[in-house]
């Protein structure tokens, strides 16, 4: 295993996203189930314009993005209320670490065989 590793993810920082948004219910059904449908049909209409530019990765990629800000936007309404800004700095360094695409893969794949 890569020393970076961790849990099955590719490091403490995406492991800490994925637990976060997978114990909260709002949080699971909005990364789990809204993003992901949004991300295909948006993937869908994008195929249709330029059908030979990489089709198969674009849920993947609008999901990685779609996760990504919808992390920042939560972490952005904390600072709003008083989150200090050591601890800002902080979730932004970490939020760089993340692996977006490790875990748009794994809600993917978790959407698709529960459609």
């Known amino acids: 295993m890569n020393q970076s590793e961790y849990n099955g993810w590719t490091n403490f920082a995406t492991w ?18 809204a993003l992901p449908m949004d991300a295909r049909a948006e993937a869908a209409r994008l195929n249709a314009e330029e059908p030979d ?10 999901l990685q993005d779609m996760l990504k800000d919808y992390v920042q936007e939560i972490i952005d309404a ?14 932004g360094a970490a ?16 959407y ?3 459609e």
């Open 16 to 33: 800490s996203v994925v637990v976060v948004i997978q114990n909260d219910q709002s949080m699971y059904e909005h990364c789990y189930q």
């Open 53 to 62: 530019r990489f089709p198969a990765e674009r849920p993947r990629w609008l």
């Open 78 to 91: 904390e600072a709003e209320k008083g989150l200090p800004c050591m601890l800002t700095g902080l979730l």
């Open 95 to 110: 939020m760089c670490e993340v692996d977006w695409r490790d875990i748009a893969e794994n809600v993917l794949a978790d």
């Open 112 to 114: 698709t065989e529960e």
